[in-house]
């Protein structure tokens, strides 16, 4: 934990359309051999305008010359989307990350249903390539707003599954997530990954379902209130003290310290900064960790997360 991903230097091989605003891009290594890809798994882009983004995976199954990811072209971005989509070319050198995973699929489960919302599909089509190689059951729900913003639909195979395609244009209205999943069976694996509104009701309507069954991933944080009051983190390896401020993360706090600590995203969806926590309680607000994981206070994200104690001890 809270070390930082191997990079290594790739350039983009190839640039495909995938559907309306969205386009893969193929990563190959300048030399030597990649990690080979694990369904779910994501990869940290070092983009030439100095932005790191995370992309997740869709690597075909045995695909292992390079990595491949799909970006969509997001109108409010950030820089990262729209930079992919305008200024990267074939050719251009980047530095990507060996691939990390926030999203593991459960191979061995008796039954996987997976919810997908427009770009969300992305971690979920290796998934399933996966399901299908294992022989494994599974069925997938894959919502869009019109046929043109599908992606992928050649790569989910049938194999032991069923993929049913939403199209909101086509039925008059948006996919029912939460009547979806109530019908689901008690012991399948569920998983979701699309935006905000779609993840907020698939979550409540597994509320009640075991928690080690459901899985979602974020693309962005969830909004949170602001949080409050200070804190002192000690720092067990550095031996430090630092004082955290109403509304400020331990990230920050530690940076205006001097204190170098490993970060991407920022804003809790990522897991980088995932750090072993030694004493205290953390306030978790980050998007990664499972409620059991959470409730372990082994660790915690540091870009987002605070303290529910006076004093946090961490292993920095």
């Given at each position: 934990m809270n070390h930082e991903p191997v990079k290594h230097g790739f350039y983009v091989h190839a640039i495909t359309h995938e559907a309306a605003g969205i386009a893969s891009f193929e990563f190959r290594p300048n030399a030597g051999s990649v990690a080979p890809p694990i369904a779910g798994a994501h990869i940290d882009v070092v983009l030439p305008n100095g932005l790191t983004r995370q992309y997740s995976l869709i690597n075909a199954a045995g695909e292992t010359g390079g990595y491949r990811v799909a970006v969509k072209r997001d109108a409010r971005s950030r820089g990262?989307?729209?930079?992919?989509?305008?200024?990267?070319?074939?050719?251009?050198?980047?530095?990507?990350?060996?691939?990390?995973?926030?999203?593991?699929?459960?191979?061995?489960?008796?039954?996987?249903?997976?919810?997908?919302?427009?770009?969300?599909?992305t971690p979920i089509v290796s998934m399933i390539e996966r399901l299908v190689a294992l022989g494994q059951s599974?069925?997938?729900?894959?919502?869009?707003?019109?046929?043109?913003?599908?992606?992928?639909?050649?790569r989910l195979t049938a194999g032991r599954g069923r993929a049913h395609v939403h199209v909101d244009d086509e039925?008059?209205?948006?996919?029912?997530?939460?009547?979806?999943v109530q019908n689901l069976p008690a012991n399948a694996d569920v998983y979701c990954c699309g935006p905000a509104p779609m993840l907020d009701a698939f979550l409540e309507a597994t509320a009640e379902r075991d928690q080690t069954r459901v899985h979602v991933e974020r693309f962005a944080a969830a909004p949170l209130e602001p949080r409050r009051g200070t804190f002192v983190v000690e720092l067990a390896r550095s031996k430090m003290s630092v004082t955290v401020a109403d509304g400020e993360s331990i990230l920050a706090a530690l940076r205006n310290a001097g204190i170098s600590a490993v970060s991407s995203?920022?804003?809790?969806?990522?897991?980088?900064?995932?750090?072993a926590v030694l004493d205290g309680r953390p306030d978790h607000r980050d998007s990664v960790l499972s409620a059991t994981e959470r409730s372990a206070n082994a660790s915690m994200m540091i870009c987002c997360s605070g303290s529910a104690t006076e004093r946090l001890v961490l292993d920095l």
């Open positions: 990262g989307s729209q930079f992919m989509h305008e200024a990267l070319r074939v050719g251009t050198p980047l530095t990507v990350s060996a691939p990390r995973n926030n999203f593991p699929l459960r191979e061995d489960a008796r039954h996987s249903a997976f919810v997908a919302g427009g770009i969300g599909i599974w069925e997938l729900v894959y919502a869009v707003r019109s046929r043109r913003d599908a992606a992928f639909l050649d039925v008059g209205g948006a996919f029912g997530v939460g009547a979806h995203c920022e804003e809790g969806v990522c897991g980088t900064c995932e750090t």
